[in-house]
């Protein structure tokens, strides 16, 4: 069959989808923050007046902050599964790329948190843009353990780990998204916090350890 | 001839080329979802009024899905060939340019499609990006293989598979843009289902062989 | 010194300095087109008047495609350059970092070029555009030449070689603006003519030799 | 535990930290000219006030080229911390993660100024992003030695070098900003000169040496 011929030769190197996605992390990154409105000159007489245009722009930057450790929380993720995928598992690009598209939506939910930063459903939208990346990597690594894609080298409890991971991680940003039937800013507080705990803790835990 | 000599050595590098074809994915990728307008906060004054503006921009996100698996397509499909050129085929780096150019004019095309989606010029300017680069791609193989510019390891039943695989799809595509005839709704929908058949097809083929 | 040995662990690497240029390549050749506007969908109310709106673009088509071209014969010069430098070859890297500054500056005067075409002051900052990354990349032969950064193996024809393609090439675009005297659009198509000759030349030469 | 064990196998590949890293500085060196605002076709009538439009957006520019410097150095710098860590140095993954969530910072602060160009505020907001990727890139390298990080080759004496190098160019940068109370042209030429100082110092004291 020539097509089962076709998809075997393809996509073969896990080297050019890492190229990709750092390309696509590092686009959308640095977009985050070009996003953010400066005021124009013509608006602004005084140093105290661009001082506070500037901090009036406030919660916005909490916004781009959190996307911003989104980014690398997620960036840092696709990276270890990519470590232990056998060379060839080109099987795994679409879902991959599927997960890139969901990482490309996220300048676009961080502005639309930014703008709205009051309306719960800009909060939920957001969420979703955490949640559906993580449901793609969950995807990617099941579908690898199963097609045995992982190398042979892996330890064992490493498929656990990456799992429990996601689900933990998920479960309590969902928590933190519901919070915003109190207030979106205690939602959002949350999830920084959560979101710095994973930044931070190994490293904690080394020091202490 | 000094000439000679210059060209001679020129362009040696496939990984420089293919780190240039994913920057130049990676950055087309990024930009489609951007471009996206969302409504502004002073036009909006309820959560109703926010949802409702966000799915009138249905048609738009149709549009960058369709231009996202289209990017992922070729992505995959440059990745083949580069994979099977021997190294030094520096003769393809400018059909490859020929290529990359056409790929960075997506954003631009869907743009278009986006704000004219009811217009048939607007498709048939799509569908020329989806042609055009599928065209650079036969060029650049049968090039490849006229010049025996491919790794001599390559399976010679490979070089019928790429060619067929690109006239197929671009058969398919060709057939979808016709249906503009009907609506241009039809026709997106149609070139969808083929792209959605490409992605996922290989995987379903492999978990039933 | 404490600075001179700084300076003397500083920038080994010519692998990130050319993941740096094709990050920035990548970037500008994707832009350039980006840049494009499209006419807005309350001002056109046929297929006709979309289709009379994007050909009244023509002339900014043009400015495109030769930056492309620009670019992409820009991006293989200074490659066919990397490719010769010894691994270390650091002192070099503040000169490429000004080479990429003139190419970051290329969609600038594309877009200048593409909105004043008749303007005689735009051309020749465009021709500048092109004399500048020219002459960084003679600089940085010349400089590599005579601080023995070149790796050993390369040919001694070859110095000349790529010293002379640059002064030929900067020789026939500073004809190229001058005949702005008559006309902008015989001097665009006059250099347009030439980065096509340097583009595909050596392609025709091959196949006739 | 498992969450140690997601840690220790998470983030362990320097080289893809150098590409996101080198994704970034590149979407942001590219993005700094992009900025720049052309005049438009329908307010310009002659040559003499195209090129008039053109000089009066002179202190823009002093802006946008002190940014590619200071994104020239900060490159440059970090590349010779990252070619001194060994291979599996994740633990710094998160530092050069917040290191490089201030480069994209740079676009904005540049825009800031070039808006601003007299106001004190734009420039310490401006020199605050020369401060953090300093602060940042001090805080991994102090860590990096102090945690053993340091591939084993690395000659001691390296360890004070790159301290040095960033307290003692901070300290310049500083005392640069400070001379702000008399006026923002002085302060921006002194940190200019400064960077062409880290930038052509090397090559001139190799070729005095």
Redo the contacts between chains.
């Keep these: 069959m020539?097509?089962?011929?076709?998809?075997a030769?393809?996509?073969?190197?896990n080297e050019?989808l890492?190229?990709?996605s750092?390309?696509?992390?590092?686009?959308?990154?640095?977009?985050?923050?070009?996003d953010?409105h400066?005021p124009?000159?013509e608006a602004?007489h005084s140093?105290a007046a661009?001082?506070h245009a500037?901090l009036a722009l406030g919660p916005q930057w909490i916004a781009y902050?959190m996307s911003?450790l989104t980014l690398?929380i997620f960036?840092?993720?696709q990276?270890?599964q990519l470590?232990?995928f056998r060379e060839g598992a080109r099987?795994l690009?679409?879902i991959h790329?599927g997960f890139?598209?969901t990482i490309?939506?996220m300048?676009?939910t961080t502005?639309?948190l930014a703008?709205?930063i009051e309306?719960?459903?800009?909060l939920i939208?957001y969420w979703l843009n955490i949640l559906l990346p993580g449901l793609m990597l969950l995807w990617s690594w099941t579908y690898a353990t199963h097609?045995e894609l992982i190398k042979s080298e892996t330890p064992p409890?490493?498929h656990?780990?990456?799992c429990?991971?996601i689900l933990i991680a998920q479960g309590l940003y969902a928590f933190g998204a519901l919070l915003c039937v109190f207030s979106n800013y205690v939602s959002i507080a949350f999830i920084v916090l959560i979101q710095l705990n994973y930044?931070?803790?190994?490293?904690v835990?080394?020091r202490l350890?």
Tied chains: 1, 2, 3, 4.
Excluded at 9 to 13: A, L, P, T, V, Y
Excluded at 199 to 203: D, E, F, L, M, S
Aim: charged share 15%.
């Design positions: 020539p097509a089962a011929l076709y998809n030769i393809q996509g073969r190197s050019r890492a190229a990709l750092d390309g696509i992390f590092a686009v959308a990154m640095t977009l985050l923050v070009l953010i400066i124009s000159a602004i140093e661009l001082c500037l902050l911003f690398g960036w840092a993720g990276q270890t470590n232990h099987d690009t679409w790329l890139l598209f490309t939506l300048p676009l502005r639309l703008e709205f309306y719960r459903s800009a939208l097609h409890e490493v656990g780990a990456i429990r991971r930044a931070i803790a190994p490293r835990g080394k350890g």
